[in-house]
């Protein structure tokens, strides 16, 4: 993605932005769109079948991010309001259907500070915040997938889905922060995961494993569940308090910190804020992870 402010920029932006497609996908096709500022990046997950039955199963704050890599995502959206929820959702289920859609997927939004939203692209595949749509709705989806592959129904109706309480992900990654997220591949020492009610980890690491230096630096999603965004939040605290890794460096201080945001808790944060805020972020998780 590249931003173009000026007209003089559009040449270089253009340019560059081809190369980099052609390296990265061997297509160099590029397209415009517009850009809006201080965004909210809301993502609704759908469920299509073969016997033309498509549900939405609610949205998924993915704003907390950096480098457009997301950090944090939660549901619902604190601060959407129900009819722009509504229109949200009737927008996902029209795309599907538009598209001929069939299984899971996810239909991405951007989301304007004055209350408007764009249509960004459709993730054809689970993606790694799916958990957070499984704990609310008490859906495997995946199963759900599968279900649809072989041919079968859609196990529930728009209209029996429901949605229950406060959902929240954070991606514990193998990276250092404080040296410009270097990835910090070897081996881990120990691996002692949190647990309790509403707790859910999903990862394949254990004490004695060598992260290897060739993948994504994704190590563990941990994922809670809460009666109330208040709930969530604090148990999503204690849960990085109690996660020990040792042997490699993580972003679970950093993660932790933005826990304790003012901005944070009252869910007023963009796409940006990450980034805009990171020195003092950084300071604060050095300092805590100092004492």
């Given amino acids: 993605m590249r931003r173009i402010d000026k007209p003089e920029q559009m040449e270089e932006g253009l340019q560059s932005a081809r ?7 061997d297509d160099e096709g590029v397209y415009l769109e517009k850009l809006i500022l201080n965004p909210k990046h809301l ?13 939405q199963l609610g949205e998924r704050d993915c704003s907390l991010q950096r480098k457009r890599q997301k950090m944090i995502e939660e549901s619902p959206c604190s601060v959407l309001s129900d009819d722009i929820r509504q229109k949200l959702g009737e927008a996902a289920v029209k795309a ?5 859609y069939l299984g899971a997927g996810t239909v991405e939004f951007i989301l304007s500070p004055e209350g408007e939203f764009y249509f960004m692209e459709v993730n054809t595949r689970i993606q790694v ?9 008490g859906l495997d989806l995946v199963r759900e997938q599968i279900r649809i592959a072989s041919g079968a ?3 529930l109706t728009q209209n029996e889905v429901e949605l229950r309480g406060h ?29 309790g009610f509403s707790v859910r980890v999903d990862s394949a690491m254990y004490s004695g494993c060598e992260i290897p230096p060739h993948y994504d630096s994704l190590i563990a ?16 605290r204690r849960c990085l308090e109690e996660l020990i890794i040792d042997g490699v460096d ?27 805020n990171m020195k003092q972020l950084l300071n604060y998780a050095s300092l805590m992870e100092s004492e």
């Fill in 43 to 55: 993502e609704i997950q759908i469920l299509a079948d073969s016997h033309g039955n498509i549900i």
């Fill in 221 to 236: 999603k941990l994922i809670v569940h809460g009666n109330s965004r208040r709930d969530a939040i604090r148990r999503m």
């Fill in 129 to 137: 915040e799916h958990p957070v749509t499984e704990v609310l709705t």
């Fill in 250 to 276: 993580t972003n679970v201080g950093l993660l932790y910190v933005l826990l304790f945001e003012n901005d944070v808790i009252r869910g007023d944060y963009n796409t940006g804020y990450v980034e805009d």
């Fill in 96 to 100: 599907g259907r538009a598209a001929d």
């Fill in 167 to 195: 959902a929240i992900e954070c991606r514990i990654n193998a990276e250092s922060p404080i040296n410009g997220f270097r990835p910090s591949p070897g081996r881990i020492e120990q691996f002692n995961l949190p647990g």
């Fill in 19 to 25: 190369r980099e497609a052609k390296l990265s996908f």
């Fill in 153 to 155: 129904k859609l196990a």
